[in-house]
């Protein structure tokens, strides 16, 4: 990146955090928290930070204008310790990350690749270079199609969070990442204690992973009235998918062990919750500070309110700059939308764009700032 | 307290009511004790830790409960002499002991009964019918992590609405499980050695000498040592099956899910199984690569908690293993890598 286009960027997130600074409100208690941030492109994360109150919070950011703010999931006796165990973890919120790759796959139209070796470069999911055949870098916008699939998983993990683990819906936090996917916060008191342990419990329970399946198929083949079991949770859901894909207990009886198996393996498939198991599990972890902006796409960790969860456009209204023109030297963008807009592809040229897609084509390291 | 409640407390003296009686009635402190004719008492508590280093378990018949206030005073007293001899094997076992032996004349107890302990113990629990009771995940958790039996996975379990439920005995296991952590803390809790009298010195020493003549106490004997990276119930499997012991399914698969956490690679790890009597390599790459997640749907085997290890009679811990509660924790370095974000 070139250093007028990082002046660029700072430039548009210091108007942000500007105007926006009091959305950004840690969890609380913010004096046990530990906080992250990346300061330069390229240089490695300043850590360990704490802070006394909000208002030092907020100064230091005007101050810094980092380009990407994390905060702990976990409280601590002494957040500012270098040493992690030093830190003396008091306890942490349930955080889960759903990202959009991993549930639905990126399509061709936004997608580019390019040759390291010879330059070329084009639209599309190339893996070797059309002119000398090398290994291509590819670089892959996420589309809307694929947020809507990752914006469902997040409605089944809140179903399961809340009808399941009995969590009270004002103490989950849903959250637009700002590229790739979604968060999900939880602070209810008494799930804070739970230990690494006891959260890869948790995940595994969302995976559906561990499941006893020879119970389920005695179960199966004693022909047994669901209803009149006291299967509740994940299992019941998984029985009842059964049932369903079957048509009938009848039907599900009559067919061979293999085909059982093979339904189980498909209802599990369509029920599980696709979290990412590794962070759930972490309660070091820091999370990317909720109404900060992401540097890898300029938009903004945004907050959702579960009631406006279904209708949720995070291309709309995750955007966190204006419309005034920025001029972009471009070598290839694939086709995007953004802002309630389709902009691209773009091979080889100058564009003019407003400064949202602008910061978005320079964070995503394809366009190199070139003046208003 | 009366009648019933005060053989209630005798059977299970770890219950805030026991405390409250000794308060209420002895003068407990260390000096008076040995004027008090608390002798009785005392030679109950040695009994109490021998229970449990002999038969893993403290036994307390009708005549113990009908000799209330030795019963309740002979638990403290042994929580002192237990943390005076500051060895971690002992611990353990006594509060194991303490545990087994609890949860043993829990199942007789009836279902109100049980609700009381667990509500006392932190394990609320909540009754739905007459042979279900319901627990809230997170206490869950926290207790049944450590079993191994898939049926104790909360993926297997009916969960709803932030309790999951289970009969009257899965619900005194749970309570196994806290009153062993409580005991076990309780003894970590050091003694001021000024304040001792000579007869609890004597009976520690009795104590000791007969662990000393138990030969599962040896292994831990062993005086202050470099740490290793090996935790000893570990490495005591690894020596006796490096002499061609034949070792039990659990052993092997503690020490193939140790290496496998460890990183050593397959090859490697069936090669050390294959001093086993019963070796034939097929069948061990096949577990070995089960274990790993390499077969079977990929899912990666964790390695048994200390409890599970523990519970299964192979834990001997030395000084290093205070406070562990997994064993690769045991020998774990606590610097910041890095950063770890989403
Ligand atoms: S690591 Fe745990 S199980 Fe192993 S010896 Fe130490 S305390 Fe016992
Ligand atoms: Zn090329």
Redesign the interface.
């Known amino acids: 990146m070139l250093q007028a286009s990082l002046e660029f960027l700072k430039r548009e997130f210091f108007k942000y955090y500007y105007e926006n600074i009091s959305r950004l409100v840690p969890p609380e208690p913010i004096r046990s928290r530990e906080f992250?941030f990346f300061l330069e492109k390229g240089r490695g994360?300043f850590?360990?930070k704490c802070f006394n109150s909000l208002k030092d919070f907020h100064e230091f950011i005007l101050n810094a204008i980092p380009l990407d703010i994390?905060v702990s999931a976990a409280n601590y006796e002494d957040p500012g310790n270098?040493?992690?165990?030093?830190k003396k973890l008091v306890n942490a919120e349930l955080?889960f990350?759903i990202d959009a790759e991993s549930v639905a796959a990126v399509s061709e139209e936004e997608s580019a690749w390019i040759c390291q070796k010879c330059g070329q470069y084009g639209i599309g999911l190339i893996d070797r270079c059309s002119s000398c055949n090398s290994p291509t870098e590819l670089v892959r916008l996420v589309s809307e199609k694929q947020l809507k699939e990752a914006l469902r998983e997040t409605e089944k993990l809140i179903h399961v969070l809340t009808?399941?683990?009995?969590?009270a819906p004002e103490n989950i936090h849903v959250f637009y990442?700002g590229n790739r996917g979604y968060?999900v916060h939880v602070n209810q008191e008494?799930?804070l204690?739970?230990?690494g342990?006891?959260r890869?419990?948790?995940v595994?329970?969302l995976l559906?992973?561990?499941?006893?399946e020879k119970?389920l198929l005695n179960f199966l083949k004693k022909g047994a009235n669901i209803e009149g079991v006291?299967?509740?949770?994940?299992?019941?859901r998984v029985y009842m998918r059964i049932l369903e894909k079957a048509g009938s207990m009848e039907k599900l009886k009559a067919s061979g062990r293999e085909t059982v198996l093979k339904t189980l393996v498909n209802a599990v498939e369509e029920l599980k919750v696709r979290i990412?198991p590794v962070?759930t599990i972490?309660m070091?972890?820091?999370?990317?500070m909720p109404e900060s902006i992401n540097s890898s796409s300029g938009m903004v960790k945004r907050r959702i309110r579960l009631e406006d969860l279904p209708s949720f456009k995070p291309l709309e209204e995750a955007i966190a700059f204006g419309d005034e023109e920025a001029c972009l030297k471009v070598k290839i963008v694939p086709r995007f939308s953004l802002g309630g807009k389709t902009f691209g592809p773009f091979k080889d040229e100058e564009v003019e764009l407003p400064a949202y897609a602008a910061v978005y084509i320079v964070c995503k390291g394809l366009g190199e700032y070139a003046g208003r | 307290m009366m009648g019933e409640n005060v053989l209630r407390a005798a059977r299970y003296p770890f219950l805030p009511e026991a405390r409250e009686f000794i308060s209420r009635n002895i003068d407990l402190s260390l000096e008076s004790l040995e004027k008090t004719g608390s002798e009785a008492a005392l030679k109950r508590a040695v009994e109490r830790v021998k229970n449990s280093l002999i038969f893993k378990e403290v036994k307390v018949t009708a005549l113990d409960e009908l000799n209330y206030v030795r019963e309740m005073l002979s638990f403290p007293i042994a929580i002192i002499l237990v943390s005076m001899i500051m060895n971690e094997y002992v611990r353990r076992m006594y509060a194991l002991g303490e545990s087994r032996g609890a949860y043993r004349r829990m199942l007789n107890e009836s279902v109100e009964t049980l609700l009381y302990i667990g509500e006392k113990m932190g394990v609320g629990g909540v009754l739905e019918d007459e042979n279900t009771i319901r627990v809230k995940i997170p206490t869950y958790l926290r207790l049944a992590y450590s079993f191994h039996a898939p049926h104790w996975k909360l993926v297997n379990r009916a969960v709803n609405n932030g309790y999951v439920t289970m009969g009257k005995t899965e619900y005194a296991r749970l309570i196994q499980v806290e009153v062993n952590n409580y005991v076990y803390e309780k003894t970590l809790e050091p003694v001021p050695p000024g304040a001792v009298p000579d007869i609890f010195r004597k009976a520690a020493d009795e104590i000791v000498e007969l662990w000393n003549r138990l030969e599962t106490g040896k292994a831990s004997r062993i005086p202050l040592k470099e740490r290793e990276d090996t935790p000893p119930c570990i490495g005591r499997i690894i020596r006796r099956m490096e002499n061609g012991e034949n070792a039990s399914h659990f052993e092997r698969l503690v020490v193939a899910t140790f290496m496998i956490a460890r990183n050593r690679n397959i090859e490697e790890i069936i090669e050390f199984f294959s001093k086993q009597p019963d070796y034939k390599y097929s069948v061990t790459k096949y577990q070995v690569e089960h274990l790993a997640g390499i077969r079977g749907g990929g899912k990666k085997y964790s390695v048994p908690s200390c409890r599970t290890i523990l519970t299964n009679g192979l834990c001997y811990p030395d000084e290093y293993c205070k406070g562990v509660k997994h064993p690769l924790r045991y020998g774990e370095k606590n610097v910041a890598g890095e950063p770890r974000i989403s």
């Open positions: 992250g994360m850590r360990h994390y270098r040493d992690m165990s030093e955080f990350d009808e399941d683990f009995g969590i990442s968060h008494d799930f204690n739970i230990t342990e006891g890869r419990e948790i595994d329970y559906i992973q561990g499941l006893d119970e006291s299967f509740k949770g994940v299992k019941r990412d962070v972490d070091h972890r820091l999370m990317r």
